[in-house]
């Protein structure tokens, strides 16, 4: 991928008869000719950058060999995370 996106955003889910908000983890990411694709959803209790290693090593696993730019937020540990599943990515803030 050229440039990967990388966000959580929280969302109220209903779960029973209550609403409990959740983190819905996103990438998306771009390839050379400006292709969009949407390469995963996932969802957990709270957005962490253990998670998002784990959401990396997937993708890894799924094929996606490497990311040119990865743009994130500004969440403790998320470019470490990054650093160890692609070593040569340049992060960004968005």
């Known amino acids: 991928m050229h ?3 990388i966000d959580a955003m ?5 779960d029973s008869v ?4 959740k983190a819905i983890y996103t990438v998306v990411g771009i390839d050379l000719h400006g292709q969009k694709d949407v390469l995963g959803l ?3 209790e709270t957005e962490s950058a253990h998670f998002w290693l784990s959401v990396l090593d997937q993708l890894k696993s799924r094929g996606v060999q490497d990311m040119l730019i ?7 540990g998320l470019e470490n995370a990054i650093e160890a ?3 040569q990515t340049k992060t960004q803030r968005c």
């Open 42 to 44: 996932w969802i957990s």
């Open 18 to 21: 209550r609403a409990t908000k």
């Open 10 to 14: 929280f969302v109220s889910v209903k």
């Open 70 to 76: 990865a743009c994130m937020d500004g969440l403790k």
């Open 85 to 87: 599943v692609y070593p």
């Open 3 to 5: 440039s990967t996106y």
